[in-house]
């Protein structure tokens, strides 16, 4: 029913003797949880990678997964490992783990095919609860014709017309970082994200330049978990998957004076 795909990385951050490892440098995630950068440490990111292959096409089956949940799934069909949506209905698909890891580090992408002929997909990230997504939240609605981005509990509603053509195949890409989240549509950057909590949201288009108004942050979290919310969808969606890690950090072996008579 499900795939786990475990990655272990180390992520290297060379201890040089300069100032600049000799000043802690903190990655704040929601105004409480900081993870500091310090000398003498090495720091490990274990990656899974979550793929929802739909071989079951009973949707009740992924009632107990720990990765996955479905909300309303009395109006979609899973079919030929694909998900559809009955005509007029809504659904909802969520991971039951956060995003990335609660420190912003490195790209944690969550990304699915699709083809749009009709409907809407809105897809949220930073959400405090995948369940209840009320007031918290980037989110990327997109039609036919564009992606607006909205941030729940502001007055934030940022257009862009993508000029693609959804009612072909296309792989979604939503890459969460610590200070920006991106778009991409098969490879084209759509729009991105500025965004540092308790601070301003900025959106851009491809080309850097500021769609709408920067709106001020006090609700949605530097991390979270995400969400699909897909309304009267003409086509289908397939190859879901999202990345969700977790930091540990290690001292290094401390170095002993090894001087003889030599």
């Known amino acids: 029913m499900r795939k ?18 000799c000043t802690n440098i903190s990655f704040t995630s929601n105004g409480t949880s900081t993870l500091y950068i310090t000398q003498n440490k ?5 990656y899974n990678v979550y793929k ?9 089956a992924y009632n107990n997964s720990n990765e996955w949940g479905f909300l309303d799934a009395g109006n979609l ?24 890891n609660e420190y912003g580090l490195e790209e944690s992408p969550v990304k699915f095919n699709m083809v749009l002929e009709d409907g809407v997909v809105r897809v949220g990230v930073r959400l405090r609860s995948s369940v209840s997504a009320k007031d ?26 993508h000029e693609l053509y959804l009612d072909e195949e296309h792989e979604y890409r939503i890459v969460n970082t610590f200070n920006k ?6 490879e084209k950057l759509v729009a991105y994200v500025d965004y540092t909590y308790d601070e301003d949201i900025t959106v851009r288009d491809s080309f ?17 978990f995400w969400k699909i919310t897909v309304e009267n969808l003409k ?24 001087g003889g008579n030599g």
């Not at 090495?42 to 274990?46: A, P, Q, S, T």
């Not at 014709?145 to 017309?161: D, F, M, Q, R």
């Not at 989240?181 to 098969?186: A, H, K, P, T, V």
């Not at 289908?236 to 002993?256: A, G, H, M």
């Open 4 to 21: 786990i795909i475990a990655v272990v990385r180390m992520l290297t951050l060379v201890v040089v003797a300069t100032s600049f490892f």
């Open 42 to 46: 090495n720091y490990n990111i274990e």
């Open 52 to 60: 929802l292959d739909l071989t079951e096409e009973d949707p009740k």
């Open 77 to 100: 069909q899973i079919k030929d490992a694909r998900l559809y949506c009955k005509p007029g209905k809504s659904f909802s698909i969520r991971g039951k783990q956060i995003l990335g």
């Open 136 to 161: 918290t939240g980037i989110w990327f609605n997109i039609d036919g014709e564009s992606v607006t981005v909205t941030a729940s509990g502001t007055p934030l509603e940022a257009e862009i017309k």
């Open 181 to 186: 989240i991106s778009l991409y549509i098969s």
């Open 208 to 224: 850097g330049n500021v769609v709408g108004e920067r709106v001020r942050n006090d609700r949605t979290p530097q991390f979270g």
């Open 235 to 258: 086509g289908y969606i397939k190859d879901l998957e999202y990345v969700n890690s977790v930091v540990t950090q290690q001292d290094f072996p401390e170095l002993r004076n090894m």
